[in-house]
């Protein structure tokens, strides 16, 4: 079985930075694209960025140059740093494996104050 587990989450000043872990199980980690989605009350989650198995990196438009996602696969974990944070960028934010499975993990809650 499959299991992600999200933890990193908390609230900050506009400006701040946090980062953000996800540790898998169940899986062959290497071979599988992980990725960071978002979402905020009435919106649809979003894609916020995802890394192959081979290391290629895919942002939205909306977080380049401020958040660097990133895996670790000795240790099954794939991170997203989030430098200069602003209030928009308050959401849950989840791990996934994949692009089109349905394993998500719990979500961790990012608050960014004014």
């Known amino acids: 079985q499959v299991q992600l587990v999200e933890s990193g989450g908390g609230l900050v000043q506009a400006g701040g930075s946090l980062r953000l872990s996800c540790v898998a199980s169940g899986m062959i980690f290497s071979l599988n694209t992980m990725g960071w989605y978002r979402q905020t009350p009435g919106k649809q989650r979003e894609l916020v960025a995802t890394?192959?198995?081979?290391?290629?990196?895919n942002y939205a438009d909306s977080v380049k140059g401020r958040f660097t996602i990133s895996r670790d696969n000795a240790k099954k974990m794939v991170y997203l740093q989030m430098n200069s944070l602003k209030p928009e960028d308050t959401a849950v934010y989840y791990c996934r494996m994949g692009v089109f499975s349905n394993y998500w993990g719990q979500g961790t809650q990012v608050t960014v104050s004014s």
């Open positions: 890394i192959t198995s081979d290391g290629s990196i």
